[in-house]
């Protein structure tokens, strides 16, 4: 009777902290969804849903700018840009549109055993300075693809010229 009653106690605390965590996933969801239309109705394209310590950070562009949270990047101040991994360069493309791809080991070794992992960032130099967008350390190459398309959007303004100027400065 007893052992009854605390089970069934268990049961209900349990059933109540799944609602909870569900409440909690889809509010989680509707804000993130509600930031990516922010993002959309001010016409900024979304490049990439960066996972963050606390949140999802939005890699975005413009005609003008790409934004990476709270940064904005000129375009057309934008000199060059490195594909990292744990911070080797194994891709680079500057203003002459040419990219250079430079091969070395890229895995983090971890200590003691466990599962090798890769650090992907994207470093873009520009005239307002060096911004380096963490696209993480997940496995299963979604860093990875997070920080390619990342990288090509970078690339192809460089190459291409795909920008106008917003910062007043004259074209490249």
Not at 32 to 51: D, H, S, Y
Not at 135 to 146: D, F, N
Request: neutral net charge; contains cysteine; charged residues 30%.
């Amino acid at each position: 009777m007893i052992r009854d009653v605390f089970a069934g106690v268990i049961a209900a605390g349990l059933l109540f902290l799944a609602a909870r965590l569900a409440t909690t996933l889809r509010s989680y969801r509707r804000a993130q969804q509600r930031t990516r239309e922010r993002e959309e109705a001010l016409g900024r394209t979304v490049i990439a849903e960066i996972p963050s310590e606390d949140n999802l950070l939005l890699f975005t562009e413009d005609a003008g700018r790409f934004y990476y949270g709270g940064r904005a990047i000129d375009k057309d101040q934008i000199v060059s840009a490195q594909l990292l991994i744990n911070g080797v360069a194994v891709g680079q493309v500057g203003q002459e549109g040419r990219d250079r791809e430079e091969r070395q080991d890229g895995l983090e070794r971890p200590e003691e055993g466990g599962i090798p992992r890769d650090r992907w960032d994207v470093r873009i130099d520009a005239g307002s300075g060096v911004t380096v967008v963490a696209c993480g350390a997940i496995r299963e190459r979604v860093s990875q693809e997070l920080a390619r398309a990342v990288f090509d959007a970078v690339k192809r303004t460089i190459a291409g010229g795909d920008h106008h100027s917003v910062s007043g400065a004259p074209p490249r």
